[in-house]
């Protein structure tokens, strides 16, 4: 069964910085691409970042660009999200999610998300 | 890179079938056959529905549906059931290889 599980949220003030971590397992890895996805409460999806199977190609939307950085553990089978230069603005329900095998094209598994407020 | 724009609310009684658009421009949408549809259920993880425009992942019911003209992609549910009331979101690729999701519609079956 695929699993992702999330972890790492929680509050931080404006200017801060988290690490999200998503724990995969049920599949091989290293055989997809990846991506993070965000939901403010009430609100449409938006797509963060995503990386290729080995995490040597990375893509990131443009209100995230410079501030978070996307990577991928193989060995550990896991995925990461490091945020920095936190606003208020990425308060959100942040969601890791399985792509397809080239590219984070579409996504077929999703976890139940990690919640992350930014506020002062 | 703007969200692609879908209907606020749709409605349809039992048995019924409805479409929700997706509309994006030719450098998402118009551009490339990777559109995919959600479905999302309050407090539960998103499902995919549809992918690459039109292809359906095994275990998903032939009721849902998806196809696209020009920059408007759209997603059909035919027979409508109480339980395909929920948030239905679309996403596309996109000429800078980012993806990028419509603002989502709700659905309610009457």
């Known amino acids: 069964e695929v699993q992702l599980v999330e972890s790492g949220g929680g509050e931080v003030r404006p200017g801060g910085s988290l690490r999200l971590s998503c724990a995969a397992s049920?599949?091989?890895?290293?055989?997809?691409?990846m991506s993070w996805v965000r939901q403010v409460p009430g609100q449409g999806l938006e797509w963060v970042s995503g990386?290729?199977?080995?995490?040597?190609?990375?893509t990131y939307a443009d209100s995230v660009k410079g501030r978070f950085i996307i990577s991928r553990d193989n060995a550990k089978n896991s995925l990461y999200l490091q945020m920095n230069s936190l606003r208020a603005e990425d308060t959100a329900l942040y969601y890791c999610?399985?792509?397809?095998?080239?590219?984070?094209?579409?996504?077929?598994?999703w976890g139940q998300g990690t919640l992350v407020t930014v506020s002062s | 890179q703007s969200a692609l724009t879908q209907p606020a609310s749709v409605s349809g009684s039992l048995g019924q079938s409805i479409t929700i658009s997706c509309t994006g421009t030719s450098s998402d949408v118009g551009a490339y056959k990777y559109v995919s549809w959600y479905q999302l259920h309050p407090g539960k993880a998103p499902k995919l529905l549809i992918y690459d425009v039109s292809n359906r992942p095994s275990g998903v019911s032939d009721r849902f549906s998806g196809s696209k003209s020009a920059n408007t992609a759209s997603l059909t549910i035919s027979g409508l059931q109480a339980e395909d009331e929920a948030d239905y979101h679309c996403s596309s690729y996109t000429s800078s290889a980012t993806l990028v999701f419509g603002g989502g519609t709700k659905l309610t079956v009457l």
């Open positions: 990386l290729n199977w080995n995490g040597g190609s990375t």
């Open positions: 049920g599949f091989i890895f290293d055989n997809y691409a």
């Open positions: 999610a399985r792509g397809g095998p080239w590219a984070p094209l579409y996504h077929d598994y």
